[in-house]
């Protein structure tokens, strides 16, 4: 998304490598890193969780749940998305989770997902959670993903909600699912046919029912984005307090900082880097609907549920407007965040939840 001579390249040349890294596919959780990346900038495990300060030179270790944590501290998890998972941080220790882990007497792990949804956010935490014992509490930092897949995705199942890359996945699994005598048949005769005949469904004992009668769909009349995120948001917010509930542990909510939301005074770096995205095609096609009037749709949302099942809220983007932040380099572009934005949202996360 951005040219070799890209004005964020030449402020922040780390994002060029993060711009690099791909998605590795994976079952439940859809996608995560890579793991066992290693550079200067980013170090992942085998899992592919991001380390809080990876000094492993002697290959001591291949998971965040080796690191060696004092025993003065207490556990904790962070879950978001790539906000939270520090996306475009110069280092893995000027990340939220490592500044929390410095700041706190707890010991943040790190299970963010680079474009994870909230309920993507939800599974991978079922399945790293066991490796945690005596885990005492979860701070999320997200909102932003959820609160444009609805509109950005035109195809989904409502139960189970849009997800990056969810039209390749149904695609490439038709496509691998589908026999071969399925597939000669479509390309010899399906022409010939309704092209409302679903060719993923059609086998030897239904093909006459699928090919001649016209099918009746039923349509889901509620299917709005609007409506799909506010079901989104709530069904995650419930999810989140059972298992509060049901594991004894302490849940934050922070409605993560974004350039679109917060009405800070922008440095001269942020307009720059916000100047150039607005020239690109590529980010206004969902840009377009991280918007503040989106931001205040989704607050109260968030609010409302947070209160609803008993989860502290903070909106990170209201305290970012403090005169205190003006024209501070922040934003690394209206989805990240600077080593300076990362070191305030664990500050401010501190200060509300863990004092």
């Known amino acids: 998304m951005s040219s070799k001579n ?28 890579f793991p066992n990346i290693r550079s200067s900038y980013c170090n992942t495990d085998l899992f592919g969780l991001r380390f809080n300060n990876f000094e492993n030179k002697e290959n001591e270790y291949n998971s965040i749940f080796e690191e060696k944590v004092t025993d003065s501290k207490k556990k904790a998890v962070l879950v978001g998305n790539s906000t939270a998972f520090g996306e475009g941080a110069t280092s893995d220790h000027k ?123 039923f349509i889901n009349k509620d299917l709005k984005p609007d409506n799909n995120l506010q079901t989104i948001a709530e069904r995650n917010l419930m999810i989140w307090s059972t298992l509060a509930k049901g594991m004894n542990v302490k849940v934050d909510f922070m409605m993560q900082p974004v350039g679109s939301w917060s009405q800070k005074k922008l440095s001269t770096e942020e307009k720059q880097i916000f100047e150039e995205e607005d020239n690109s095609k590529d980010l206004q096609r969902f840009y377009k609907f991280v918007d503040h009037q989106k931001y205040i749709f989704l607050r109260n949302i968030l609010k409302k549920n947070c209160e609803k099942y008993n989860i502290n809220f903070l909106d990170c983007n209201e305290i970012f407007q403090e005169s205190k932040y003006s024209k501070e380099w922040i934003f690394l572009s209206r989805l990240h965040l600077t080593d300076k934005g990362n070191e305030y949202t664990a500050k401010i996360l501190l200060d509300n939840f863990i004092k």
């Not at 590795?24 to 890193?33: I, T």
Request: one cysteine or more; aromatic letters at 22%.
């Open 95 to 217: 990340t939220i989770s490592s500044y929390l882990s410095k700041f706190s007497d707890y010991h943040f792990y790190n299970f963010c997902g680079r474009g994870f949804s909230g309920y993507q956010e939800i599974n991978n935490f079922l399945l790293l959670v066991k490796k945690i014992k005596k885990l005492e509490r979860v701070i999320i930092v997200s909102g932003v993903i959820d609160s444009f897949l609805p509109y950005y995705v035109k195809d989904y199942d409502d139960n189970l909600v849009p997800i990056f890359g969810y039209n390749l996945f149904l695609k490439s699994m038709r496509n691998s699912a589908r026999g071969w005598k399925n597939k000669v048949f479509k390309t010899l005769f399906g022409n010939f046919f309704s092209k409302d005949a679903d060719w993923d469904q059609i086998n030897a004992l239904n093909w006459r029912q699928e090919l001649f009668f016209k099918k009746k769909y």
């Open 6 to 33: 890209s004005v964020r390249y030449r402020l922040a040349p780390q994002t060029k490598f993060y711009d690099s890294m791909g998605a590795d596919w994976k079952p439940f959780v859809m996608f995560n890193q």
